[in-house]
């Protein structure tokens, strides 16, 4: 698995995006363009770094069920391997 903790990643970019969207609310309340422009960008990287920490958990459930899944098939004599492997390659949409 990765060395890094994805749930940080989340908080995060929660926490930035969090303070885009002042940043923003700041700039429209305050008529600056500038700052409004700042909260805007903070918004879409703490969004951007909310979904990648989203992605990375998501690929170590993956990663984590293919290990688990290739031990059990490793566990079991050729035949019966192929006969669990045809059983998914049939249930596949």
Do not use: C
């Amino acid at each position: 698995m990765a060395d890094h903790d994805p749930t940080k990643g989340n908080t995060v970019g929660l926490a930035v995006g969090a303070g885009g969207v002042l940043a923003l609310v700041a700039g429209w309340r305050r008529n600056s363009p500038l700052l409004r422009a700042f909260g805007t960008t903070l918004a879409l990287a703490g969004g951007g770094l909310y979904a990648h920490g989203k992605v990375a958990e998501r690929d170590e459930r993956i990663e984590a069920a293919q290990s688990q899944i290739r031990s059990e098939l490793d566990d079991l004599d050729p035949l019966a391997r192929a006969e669990v492997l045809e059983g998914l390659a049939r249930s596949e949409p």
